[in-house]
């Protein structure tokens, strides 16, 4: 499995940014997909993640009600959706799959066995 992410950028507080993470390859494998980020001087946190077949969502309580997370049901891609951002939201924000039949926990990186490169997200006062 291969992860694509894309759509990160500079962007005001305030403003909206959607991020899309395509996957390819053996995608028939994955059960679900999430979205971390990574802060400089922080440690990775989990932000939001959907099963590509039921579409059920997870969110960390700190973005739940700013940030959405979907799935195209056409093709195997995961939006975020990111309203009201805030300087503190600056990070590189790597999209992950966690494969059928694995270890599953939504909320830990441990729980995904695929990763993409990152993308950017800056976030100006």
């Known amino acids: 499995v291969q992860l694509q992410a894309s759509g990160g950028g500079l962007v005001q507080a305030g403003d909206s940014l959607r991020l899309s993470c395509s996957a390819s390859?053996?995608?028939?494998?994955?059960?679900?997909m999430g979205w971390f980020r990574q802060s400089p001087g922080k440690e990775r946190e989990f932000v939001a993640a959907?099963?590509?077949?039921?579409?059920?969502?997870y969110y960390a309580d700190s973005f739940k009600g700013r940030f959405t997370i979907s799935r195209d049901t056409a093709k195997v891609v995961v939006h975020l959706l990111m309203n009201s951002l805030k300087p503190e939201d600056t990070a590189v924000y790597y999209c992950?799959?966690?494969?059928?039949?694995?270890?599953?926990?939504?909320?830990?990186?441990?729980?995904?066995?695929?990763w993409g490169q990152g993308t950017q997200v800056t976030v100006s006062s």
């Open positions: 992950a799959a966690d494969r059928m039949f694995s270890y599953r926990d939504f909320y830990s990186e441990r729980g995904y066995d695929y």
């Open positions: 390859r053996h995608t028939s494998s994955i059960y679900a």
């Open positions: 959907v099963t590509l077949s039921g579409g059920n969502t």
